[in-house]
C-alpha cells in the first residue's frame, strides 16, 4: 500500500460516509461532524475534488443530510455492510484514476474503520479527516481513529485538507477557500475540534 506522502487534488477523491437524516443527529447531536464535512466537500468541489457518499440502509436511516448531498459529485451508494469500500465505490476510483481516499462520517469505530482497512487492503493511500468524523461516544472516535492509524491512514483535519490541496496562496480560489475556514471556524465557535 501505499504511503501518504502529500494529498494532491487530483489523485484525491473525498469520501462522505453515512452522513444521513436518522444517525446524525443520534452519533453527533452538535453536527460539528458534519460541518466540518460540509466545508471539506465545498473546499473539494471548489478544487475540482470528486465528492463521494453512502448511506447505510437508507430506507430506515434515511438519506444523506441535505447540507452533504448538495456538494456530491454522483448520487450516494446505498449499501447494507459496514464499509463503505463497497464494489461500485471501489469501481468509481480505479475509473477516475484516484488512489487516495479522504475518509469522513458516522460512526468511526465501525463504517469508517471497516472502509479504511479495505480501501487499504485494496492498495489505496487513506487519511481520515478526524474532525469531520463521529462516533456515538468518545472512547469509540478514539479507538477507531487508533485502529486506522495503526492500520497506515493517515489523520489529518479539514483545514489542513483544504490547504494541502491549495498548495500555495496564489492559487485561484485561495481566498474563497480561506473565507469559508473563517466562516466554518466562527460557526462553530471555534471549540477546538
Not at 471501489?90 to 469508517?112: F, P, Q
Not at 468524523?133 to 469509540?140: K, M, Q, Y
Amino acid at each position: 500500500m501505499p504511503a501518504v506522502i502529500r494529498l494532491n487534488p487530483a489523485e484525491c477523491a473525498l469520501l462522505l460516509v453515512d452522513l444521513q437524516e436518522k444517525l446524525v443527529p443520534v452519533v453527533d447531536p452538535d453536527e460539528a461532524c458534519v460541518a466540518r464535512a460540509d466545508l471539506l466537500a465545498l473546499g473539494a468541489r471548489k478544487l475540482g475534488v470528486p465528492v463521494l457518499a453512502t448511506e447505510q440502509y437508507p430506507k430506515g436511516l434515511g438519506k444523506t443530510v441535505e447540507m452533504i448531498a448538495r456538494h456530491l459529485t454522483v448520487p450516494p451508494w446505498e449499501k447494507t455492510r459496514f464499509s463503505a469500500a463497497i464494489d461500485p465505490v471501489i469501481d468509481w476510483l480505479h475509473k477516475d484514476a484516484r488512489r487516495t481516499v479522504i475518509l469522513a462520517g458516522m460512526e468511526t469505530h465501525i463504517c469508517l474503520a471497516q472502509t479504511a482497512l479495505d480501501l487499504i487492503e485494496a492498495d489505496f493511500s487513506v487519511a481520515v479527516a478526524v474532525d469531520a468524523c463521529a462516533a456515538r461516544n468518545g472512547i469509540d472516535h478514539q479507538i477507531g481513529c487508533g485502529r486506522m492509524f495503526h492500520a497506515k491512514a493517515v489523520p489529518v483535519t479539514a483545514e489542513a485538507v483544504l490547504f494541502e490541496w491549495l498548495g500555495d496562496a496564489s492559487n485561484p480560489v485561495f481566498k474563497e477557500i480561506s473565507l469559508l475556514v473563517r466562516q466554518s471556524r466562527a460557526a462553530l465557535g471555534n471549540i477546538g475540534i
